[in-house]
């Protein structure tokens, strides 16, 4: 990441140094108005320069701070691949019930639910009814997440006419959640 900014930085770095050399070469009084300014703004420049290529990662950081986290262990190009299709084929209302609901959220801009980690004890209704209560359109199913992969597969075949497999990618499957099957509140 920081690579394309070497040679803009390494320019900065030059244009900052003979300015300082020129500066210390003058006689007369070293802290006139227009050296300090000129310093200054060689200064500030630098210190943009450093910085231009953590802009990106800053900005992302304060959107979602969790956010690098989640989506660096290993599941960037899967969720990719996810969101862009989400983008393309999903309504801008459409709810999207999800491990992972930060990073879907933030990729694609729709709502997202977050899908328990942990639903062992509870079981295929208690899965079912939660997305009936929360009018869930889409489905994601992370195979890396063990401990509740055994209630949602429960789920998906305690249904099978309520989720339709639309994509799949690397472990992240993405389902249609038809609701106008599915009986709850």
Not at 55 to 69: M, Q
Not at 171 to 184: I, K, N, T
């Amino acid at each position: 990441m920081l690579l394309p900014a070497l040679p803009v930085l390494f320019y900065w770095l030059v244009l900052g140094a003979a300015s300082l050399g020129a500066f210390m070469r003058r006689g007369g009084r070293p802290r006139t108005q227009e050296r300090v300014r000129t310093l200054g703004r060689v200064c500030i420049i630098l210190l943009v320069a450093l910085n231009v290529a953590r802009i990106g990662v800053l900005v992302a950081e304060s959107r979602v701070p969790r956010l690098r986290r989640e989506a660096d262990r290993g599941r960037r190009e899967d969720y990719a691949e996810l969101a862009a299709w989400l983008r393309q084929n999903a309504a801008p209302g459409d709810l999207v019930m999800a491990y992972e609901h930060t990073t879907i959220h933030y990729f694609t801009r729709l709502k997202a639910v977050h899908l328990p980690p942990d639903t062992r004890g509870r079981g295929a209704a208690w899965t079912l009814k939660r997305m009936a209560g929360h009018h869930v359109d889409w489905l994601v199913r992370d195979a890396r997440k063990e401990r509740s992969v055994l209630a949602l597969d429960a789920a998906l075949a305690e249904s099978p006419g309520l989720f339709e497999l639309v994509l799949r990618t690397g472990d992240v499957d993405l389902f249609r959640v038809h609701r106008w099957r599915m009986r709850g509140p």
